[in-house]
């Protein structure tokens, strides 16, 4: 009596789709809505919008000694 393949009543349904959500694929419905859902999570994790890659260097403090 396994209820693996079951969707649970609790859970929520596919984020791509918004089918009930299966045990073996949570939080989607199947493999194709998990490969959906990671590509843009590649796709937007490539870009950050306005946010700019200022590899500046953080200015040294002035000197204040003698030498
Ligand atoms: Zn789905």
Redesign the pocket.
């Known amino acids: 009596m396994t209820e693996t393949d079951k969707p649970a009543a609790s859970a929520r349904p596919?984020?791509?789709?918004?089918?009930p959500?299966v045990a073996r694929f949570k939080p989607?419905?199947?493999s194709?809505?998990a490969d959906i859902d990671l590509g843009r999570w590649l796709k937007g994790g490539y870009v950050i919008p306005g946010e700019p890659v200022d590899e500046a260097e953080e200015a040294p403090p002035p000197r204040d000694r003698e030498d």
């Open positions: 596919c984020p791509i789709c918004g089918k959500a989607f419905c199947s194709r809505c």
